[in-house]
T-cell receptor, first 112, second 115 residues
Framework: KQEVTQIPAALSVPEGENLVLNCSFT??????LQWFRQDPGKGLTSLLL?????REQTSGRLNASLDKSSGRSTLYIAASQPGDSATYLC???????????FGKGTHLIIQP | DADVTQTPRNRITKTGKRIMLECSQT?????MYWYRQDPGLGLRLIYY???????NKGEISDGYSVSRQAQAKFSLSLESAIPNQTALYFC??????????????FGPGTRLTVL
């Protein structure tokens, strides 16, 4: 059974810092790895999707990497802003599971 | 207009009541999913449908049923609601699942409280 773990569970940093969120998964036979953002009481917004054959994807200040062999993905946020405060979820597609298998998320607070 | 919509957005009900949550999509996707989110547990898959005639149980289907009325509509029912079904429910769609380029698109969620 695929399991996805996110570390840390919570993170608070001053505005302007660069930061890294970590995601690990147990079954490397994934189709892709997705990162989502969730604001309090809201739905999920897709940030980045990394295909199983890719090593990284970039969108603006966000960069996501994927290392299938080690079962790890990271989300790098450059020059953090208070508006980046949210919960960040990673989810693996495939790996023996139907639908997406989600981590429990990292709750990020950017201090002004 | 949103591509994936859910109704109602909020619902409070009592133990034993039958509840239906509805999901509609305008993306033209064949695949639709229902997830629930609980604090500290993340999102978990309840049911999914590959097309109108193909419905499958997910990780936590007990106590739930679904209906795929059309390609665009996928409903989740709680036949007799119980308090531990209090959660945030999300509907999602995808064009396929078996490609590395496909993504899932989520609705805004339904907050359900069972008293």
């Amino acid at each position: 059974k695929q399991e996805v773990t996110q570390i840390p569970a919570a993170l608070s940093v001053p505005e302007g810092e660069n930061l890294v969120l970590n995601c690990s998964f147990t079954d490397s036979a994934i189709y892709n790895l997705q990162w989502f953002r969730q604001d309090p009481g809201k739905g999920l917004t897709s940030l980045l999707l990394i295909q199983s054959s890719q090593r990284e994807q970039t969108s603006g200040r966000l960069n996501a990497s994927l290392d299938k062999s080690s079962g790890r993905s990271t989300l790098y946020i450059a020059a953090s802003q208070p508006g980046d405060s949210a919960t960040y979820l990673c989810a693996a597609s495939g790996g023996g599971a139907d639908g997406l298998t989600f981590g429990k998320g990292t709750h990020l607070i950017i201090q002004p | 207009d949103a591509d994936v919509t859910q109704t109602p957005r909020n619902r409070i009900t009592k133990t034993g009541k039958r509840i239906m949550l509805e999901c509609s999509q305008t993306k033209g996707h064949d695949r639709m999913y229902w997830y629930r989110q609980d604090p500290g547990l993340g999102l978990r898959l309840i049911y999914y449908s590959f097309d109108v005639k193909d419905i499958n149980k997910g990780e936590i289907s007990d106590g739930y049923s679904v209906s795929r009325q059309a390609q665009a509509k996928f409903s989740l029912s709680l036949e007799s609601a119980i308090p531990n079904q209090t959660a945030l429910y999300f509907c999602a769609t995808s064009e396929t699942e078996t490609t590395s380029t496909d993504t899932q698109y989520f609705g805004p969620g339904t907050r359900l409280t069972v008293l």
